[in-house]
């Protein structure tokens, strides 16, 4: 199906549903997982790029064209002006919490949402269906495959114990054994020259859906004061 020059209503309802649906599809995966842009916002974003382009074909001017010779009308700029603006909403969602980055796959899924709308609003219903089938198999079904593969973490921690306390050599035989590797970033007294503060960035490689960091903690806790431990990201 391609973008007839004449619309019917019943093409305009046909579109508008199939974009409502294919966002509600999309949006109640990003929704149920708690995310930013949930259920209603992916079908607001579809439902605005499926209008750009259903009135973009609404306002071609059909004096002596044909209907291969919309796409390179001037016409075309709204809907590429949706995908723009689209641009500063995905950014939004993406938040970073110190080190660490989240909702790109959120502001990836908004993006996709909109190329969606604006392909079943331009009447390309089967390239719809078939994005929208291919984003719900991609944020479903290779979810499970992306918390398999295994990947690099690391975390920033600063330890407190008695100043003559071998930390540097202590530290790396409790963590070995859980595959955790440690490197010294620097050491500090107390004023009083009793205790003092060891910081260490930590790297191990684990799948996301295997958790280590509970076991770090439990083990380091039994022979030093933990004051700090947070995960960061490789820059």
């Not at 579109?15 to 209603?40: C, E, K």
């Not at 709308?117 to 269906?129: A, D, E, K, M, S």
């Not at 330890?159 to 050599?169: G, R, S």
Request: glycine share 10%; with cysteine.
């Amino acid at each position: 199906m391609s973008m007839p020059l004449h619309p019917s209503w019943l093409d305009i309802v046909l579109r508008l549903a199939l974009t409502m649906l294919a966002g509600a599809i999309i949006g109640l995966d990003r929704g149920v997982r708690g995310h930013a842009a949930g259920f209603r916002t992916t079908i607001l974003v579809g439902l605005a790029a499926s209008v750009a382009m259903i009135q973009a074909n609404i306002l071609l001017s059909l004096s002596g064209k044909s209907p291969e010779s919309f796409s390179v009308m001037d016409l075309m700029r709204l809907p590429l002006g949706i995908l723009t603006g689209v641009g500063f909403i995905g950014g939004g969602t993406i938040l970073k919490k110190g080190d660490l980055v989240t909702g790109v796959t959120t502001a990836a899924t908004l993006w996709l949402v909109t190329v969606i709308g604006l392909c079943l609003g331009g009447g390309q219903v089967i390239l719809g269906i078939v994005a929208t089938a291919l984003a719900v198999f991609t944020l479903q079904a290779l979810k499970r495959i992306d918390r398999m593969i295994p990947r690099e973490h690391r975390a920033r921690m600063v330890l407190t114990c008695d100043a003559a306390q071998d930390v540097l050599n202590e530290l790396p035989r409790i963590l070995a054994p859980l595959g955790c590797r440690d490197q010294f970033q620097g050491r500090t007294h107390s004023p009083t020259a009793e205790t003092a503060e060891y910081v260490f960035e930590l790297t191990w490689r684990r799948p996301n859906s295997c958790l280590l960091t509970g076991d770090i903690l439990s083990a380091l806790d039994r022979r030093f004061q933990i004051k700090q431990f947070e995960l960061t990201t490789d820059v």
